[in-house]
T-cell receptor, first 115, second 112 residues
Framework: NAGVTQTPKFQVLKTGQSMTLQCAQD?????MYWYRQDPGMGLRLIYY???????DKGEVPNGYNVSRLNKREFSLRLESAAPSQTSVYFC??????????????FGPGTRLTVL | DAKTTQPNSMESNEEEPVHLPCNHS???????IHWYRQLPSQGPEYVIH???SNVNNRMASLAIAEDRKSSTLILHRATLRDAAVYYC?????????????FGGGTRLMVKP
């Protein structure tokens, strides 16, 4: 099992460009998440999907959109990139977020720089 | 949301035990205590979690105080690979959708 995979690993954008970050999991998990991590900081939740067909905003959703394409895939789109979106983006999945003992599995991250 | 307090950094010698403390004085009865760690340039990985009783797994042990206002993650023999940022996080079992809220964590440095 590959676990959680993310593409691309690195990306450089110019201000105003758009791009989509891809995430896939092969663990048959119901819930998926997108986080960002700025240098020296903890992770902050952007969006999450409790189950296929649902998405909800997290702590820092502005400037982003998401699509839960199917049970395996959860993409994050930046419509008009800004320098403030320079960060490392992590995707995660879990069996089902509706439980205090639910644990998350993280991908390797996408390092995004917006010039 | 209940919050946690951890030391910013700790040092350990290789092959010695490490005790990473976490204070959570406002913990509620329905909060699980989760620990994750993040190795350099990697995504976080789950370490262990518990509710009231001490827990052991292949990676670590979790000791929970009787009043649940603090807990300690124990690495029995630190290796260089254990150098990472360790996050102590509370998750509410009742309020569906409560997310993992990552604070600053404790940066563990392991000396050879």
């Amino acid at each position: 099992n590959a676990g959680v995979t993310q593409t691309p690993k690195f990306q450089v954008l110019k201000t105003g460009q758009s791009m989509t970050l891809q995430c896939a999991q092969d663990m048959n998990h119901n819930s998926m998440y997108w986080y960002r991590q700025d240098p020296g900081m903890g992770l902050r939740l952007i969006y999450y999907s409790a189950s296929e067909g649902t998405t909800d905003k997290g702590e820092v959703p502005n400037g982003y959109n998401v699509s839960r394409l199917n049970k395996r895939e959860f993409s994050l789109r930046l419509e008009s990139a800004a320098p403030s979106q320079t960060s490392v983006y992590f995707c995660a999945s879990s069996v089902d977020l509706r439980g205090g003992s639910d644990t998350q599995y993280f991908g390797p991250g996408t390092r995004l720089t917006v010039l | 949301d209940a919050k946690t307090t951890q030391p910013n950094s700790m040092e350990s010698n290789e092959e010695e035990p490490v005790h990473l403390p976490c204070n959570h004085s406002t913990i509620s009865g329905t909060d699980y205590i989760h620990w994750y760690r993040q190795l350099p340039s990697q995504g976080p990985e789950y370490v262990i979690h518990g509710l009231t009783s001490n827990v052991n797994n292949r990676m670590a042990s979790l000791a929970i105080a009787e009043d649940r206002k603090s807990s300690t993650l124990i690495l029995h023999r630190a290796t260089l690979r254990d150098a990472a940022v360790y996050y102590c996080i509370l998750r509410d079992v009742i309020h569906a959708g409560n997310m993992l809220t990552f604070g600053g964590g404790t940066r563990l440095m392991v000396k050879p």
